[in-house]
């Protein structure tokens, strides 16, 4: 890329995008630890993630492990501490590995800190910004306001807060925006798009391989990258046009899915379809027994109704469960709910209030040395939840899709390749919210609003980038170089004599799509 093409990727100024990314990366820090460091603390369920580098929570003597404090500082675990076949895979991991290691450098006196996990999460940020920042267009104003519209869902108390936690969301949650600055330069200079696309497999990756609900996410992935064109050299022209990278790219995600799913834990592949069945499903049935009979229970399976895995008594309890062990499995459910649309849409209408409550109320933000009540939650930045829990569930849900529908069309109809990317981005965080709702409510039915993370903050990134599309998706105006060159945008042939010379609004309007058309 040269120096000029770089100038123009970063904004007029050459300096707006790096800028933008410094500025995000130092206000997420002062979010996570002015005036004291905050997280989330640990459900129960996140040793699982901690497991991976053979490490356990420190907690000091009479204060609770669970749910009321987030504890950051982890030690080696004792032998036998930790169960292999516990553990959660996961690209979490990666993050993990970094934290640690910046631990190290720090002198931290334990093994992982998860402070220094927010760091690493502020770090990448300034990045993903930085590149998000490259791709729009228009005034510094315009342009700063989305910045901060990206900021402001980010950053927001309902996933700013995995940024210190011992979940595996955090790497979902970076993923997803890393995802989405690669895919806003999908429509751009043929430099940029090579670039985008770098971003966007890579953050889609860490997305899909954060944990197993995510896996989902490949779909939406991989349907833009199917409109998308990457070319490799300038005037590539036939099949091959563009589409040999993103194909690449479809498998490298997709082989991250797949590897995510086989190496879940054997004992989950029955847990979550069993919360499924007796949380999720026996409980919305007019006739409880009648339900369990029809999943292939005893009808008596129904005095499990509303029992999930952890509790006392829980349906694995009961004598006759291996008989019984093989119903419990997603396809059984499927079944179940095709033939009973009454359940399945009790089930998808109670979780709209577990979508509106954005961010679960049981976990609290603070350490011990906070001198807080325990559970205390913190709301630094919180105007994205609050106008999550304001409109509802439904609500969010119809206007992203009325977002993406529109988005659809005018993917359809729009000739400006910048804009047209733009358009397909927001189609892709559509797609992310609804894959995601319907992922989350039908996959487990235990801690939904938690599950519902990534179709919350997919909601958000749409909302950002339909407020792009409208005013930053604008094409650069051609420089006198890309203007002597316009008539190779978009073939490798060179016009027939006596062809009716192109107009210069033509000619520019090539060179802003600069060697491809979206």
Known sequence: ??????????????????????????????????????????????????????????????????????????????????????????????????????????GLPVVVDLRALAVVFCLLMVGAFGVFAAALRGSVIRRSLVCAALFAVVGDSAFAGYAASPYGELAGVTGMVWALAGAMHLGGTRAARLFGLLAFTSGAVVTVASKTQSVTMAVPFVVLLCLSRVPVRRGEAGWRHGRALPLVAVLV???????????????????????????????????????????????????????????????????????????????????????????????????????????????????????????????????????????????????????????????????????????AAMLCTAGLTWVQFLTAVYGEAIENTKHLVFAVLASGLTLVVAAAVRTTATTWPASSQERRRGQDADSSQEPAKGAEAPVPGKVRAAAGAASDTF
Request: glycine share 10%; aromatic share 10%; with cysteine.
């Open 253 to 423: 995600i997709t082989g991250a899915a797949v590897g995510e799913v086989v190496a879940q834990p054997e004992q989950f592949r029955r847990i979550n379809p069993t919360e499924m069945i007796f949380v999720g499903v026996i409980p919305r049935a007019d006739d409880a027994r009648a339900a369990a009979v029809e999943l292939g229970l005893p009808a008596d399976f129904a005095r499990y109704e509303g029992r999930s895995w952890w509790v006392e008594e829980p349906p694995q309890s009961d004598p006759r469960w291996s008989r019984y062990e093989d119903r419990m499995t997603y396809g059984n459910i499927a079944t179940f709910l095709v033939a009973n649309p009454a359940v399945t849409v009790r089930v998808a209408v109670d979780a709209l209030d577990d979508l509106g409550a954005a961010r679960p109320d049981y976990i609290g933000s603070y350490p011990v040395d906070a001198a807080l009540p325990p559970g205390q939650q913190e709301t630094r930045l919180a105007l994205f939840s609050a106008l999550v829990r304001d409109v509802g569930g439904g609500v969010l849900l119809m206007v992203v899709a009325a977002l993406g529908a529109v988005a659809a069309v005018r993917w359809r109809n729009e000739s400006d390749p910048r804009r047209r990317g733009f358009v």
């Open 1 to 106: 890329m040269s120096a000029a093409e770089a100038g123009r990727w970063c904004g007029s100024s050459g300096r707006f995008a790096p800028g933008v990314g410094v500025v995000a990366g130092a206000l997420m820090a002062v979010r996570l630890f002015v005036p004291s460091p905050v997280g989330m603390a640990d459900n129960g369920d996140g040793f699982r993630r901690m497991c991976s580098l053979d490490v356990v929570t420190r907690v000091p003597d009479g204060v609770e492990q669970w749910l009321a404090f987030a504890h950051f500082g982890y030690v080696r675990a004792p032998e036998d501490g930790c169960d292999p076949e516990q553990v959660y895979p996961g690209s979490g991991n990666w993050l993990l590995r970094a934290a640690a290691v910046l631990s190290d450098l720090l």
